[in-house]
DNA sequence: CTGTTAGCGCCTTCAC
DNA sequence: GTGAAGGCGCTAACAG
C-alpha cells in the first residue's frame, strides 16, 4: 500500500512572499500594508500595488491569534428559520459588520444541552462574545454561562433570558406588552378570556402570564387558571390541540390571548375549521408579530417584538462591553416596549 | 498624560500551562489530548484529567492557523430574515455541524458590489469554503467568484446561481415549476395570464419565465410579453404596484402567475381591496411556497423550493468537494423537484 | 525609516 | 514513550 501524497500547493500568498519578492524585511511590509506612518511613503506604495497585484490576502487568522480578537462574535438561537429570530441576527449582523465582526449562528433546536454544546464550542472558537436566546429554563444549570463570563467574554442575553447577573440583555416589555393585549381584550367585551401560556420556565413567558393575569385583577375578572391557562409550546399544532381540547372539554371562552403568535395561528385554523367565528364567538391576539400574522382573514392582533432592534441594540451592548474589558464588567439591561398591533381577530366593537 | 495600562490577563489555559503544572512537555500534552496512541496510558489519563479540571480550552484559531483548515464556511445570501433563505441555512449548519464546521453568515442587501466584498472578508477569514445566493446577474463581473476557485476553496451556488462552470450548484427545477404552475392555470379555463417575473438576469427567473412561455405555446395561448409579462421585484409593494398598473391600462386579465410569492401576497392584498374575486375573477400563483402564503383567504397556490434540503444538499455538495482536495475540482450540479402546491386561489373548477 | 527577533497556541517531525 | 525544535502568518517591541 502506497500513502497518498497530498502536494500541499500553497494557494495563498504571504507577506514573506512580497517581502522576498520586493527583498524588503516582513515587518515593513506588514507596517505598509496596515499604513503605519512609520514608512517610506515610496516604499508603502511600491509594498502595496505588488501586494494587490499578487493578490495577497491578510490572513485574519494569524491576526485573530496574534491579537487575542478573532472578530467573530457567536450567535445561539432555537431555529435560525424562525422569523424572529433570524431578524434578531440581521439586526446583529448589520450592526457588527461596519466594524468588521463575523457573525456565526447556532441552532439548539430548543434543546439546553446542544445550547450547552454550542457554548462551549463557540468558545473553542474564540468568538469575542456571544449573543443567547436561551433555551434553558429558570431552574436549569446555567454553568455554560458562567463559562463564558470566565473565559472574559461578553455574554448578551436576547429575548429569552434567565437571570444572570453578569449578562447584558435586551427584552421587550413581555408584561405590559400581555397586559395591553389584555385589557384590550377586556374592552372589546370580553370576559372569558383563555391565555396559552406557553412555556413559564422562562421569564418571558412568565412575564406575558403575569400581564395577562394583572389585567384581569385590575378588571374585576378572576384569574382561573385551572380552565383558562393552558400550557402550549410554540408551535401552531399545539394551538390546534389546545382549541380541540377546550371544545371537548366544553369550556367556554370568548377570547384567547396566546403568548405566541404560532399556537394563535394554530387556533386560528382550528377555529376556522370547526366554524367558530372570530372574532365575533372567540376574540384572539397573538404575540409577536410574525410577518405571516397579518395575512389571515381576518388579521391576526398581536403584540410587536421589534426584533430588528433587539438585535441592533443586542450588537450595541456588546459593543460598550467589549470597549470597557479589563474593567469590571457592567452588565446593562434593555427593555423595549412592546406595542400592541390591533386587527381584525379581536375587533367586537366598531 | 499617563498612559493607560492594560493587564493582559491570560484568560485562557493553553497545553503549555499543563505541561508547567504536570512538568510534562507540551508535545506530550498535546498527543495526550489527541488521544494519539504514542503515550503512556497513565499520563493519558493524568493530563486529561488535569486539562478537564483546569478548564482547558483547544485554541481552534491555533489549530486553524497550523492545518490551514478554519472549520469555518461562510454563506452569502441577500437577507437572512427571509424564510427560504434562513432556512437553506439551517439546512447547511444542520448538515454541517456533526462534522464540527461553524457557519458563518452575510447579507448582501441584494447589492452586487457588497457580495463582492463580503466574499472578499470571508476570503480573509480562511473560510474552508463558501456558500453563495447571489445577487450578480448574468451580465455582471463575477471576479470575486474566481477568487474564491483560485484560493482552492470549494464554492456553492444555491438557488440564485450563474453560470460558473467551476462551481458546484443546488437549484430547483424553475422552468418545470413555472411550467406546471402555469398549465395548471391553464387547465383551470384562464386564457390571459399575467405574469410577474422579477428580474430576469438571474437565471432562476428567466427560467420560470421560460416555464411560462413554454406552457402557454403547447397549449395555443399566445405568449404576449408586452402586456402581459411585468418586471417586478421579489417585494410585497412590488406586486400590488403591478395589480395596480393592470387595472389602470385596463389590460383584462384571468389569472397571474408570479414568481416571487411576495409580489403574489402584494397582488393578493391589491386585488382583495379593489373588489376582485379571488380566484373567480383572476386566479392566483405563486412561487416559492413561503410559509405565510398557505394562511391568507383564499390561501394561495404556490410552487414549492424545498429549502431546508437545498441546503443539506449544499453542504453535501461542499463535503466531496473538500475530499477530493487536490485533485482536479468537479463541481456537481443538482436540480430539485418543483412541487406545486394547489391551494384555493387557483381552483376555477371543483 | 528599516531589519531582526520573538511569540500568539498548536501540532508534528525528528531525535533519544 | 517522551522531549526539543520548528513553523503556520502575523505584528510589535527592540535595535540600528
Redesign the pocket.
Known sequence: MYEMVFMKT?S??????ISKRL????????????D?????????KLIVETAKQMN????K???A????QSMVVGVVVPFINRSFFSTVIRGIEEELKPLGYHVIICQTGEDSSAEQENIYALLDAQVDGVFLSTSTGRTESKIHLNHVIEHDKPLVLVDRGVDFADASTVVIDDFKGAYEATKHLIEQGCKTIVHFACDRKFDIYENRFLGYSAALEDHGIRLDSKKYVIQTNSVIENGRAAVVDLLKQNIEFDAVFSASDFAAIGAYLELEEQGIGIPDQVALVGFGNEPFIKYTRPSISSVDQSPLEMGRRAAQLFLTSIKQKGEDPISEKIVLPAVLHIRNSSKKLE
Open positions: 500553497k495563498h500568498i504571504t507577506i514573506y512572499d527583498k524588503i524585511s516582513p515587518s515593513t511590509v506588514s507596517r505598509a500594508l496596515n503605519n506612518p512609520r514608512v517610506n511613503a515610496d516604499t508603502k495577497y490576502k491578510q490572513n487568522l494569524a491576526l491569534l496574534k491579537s487575542g
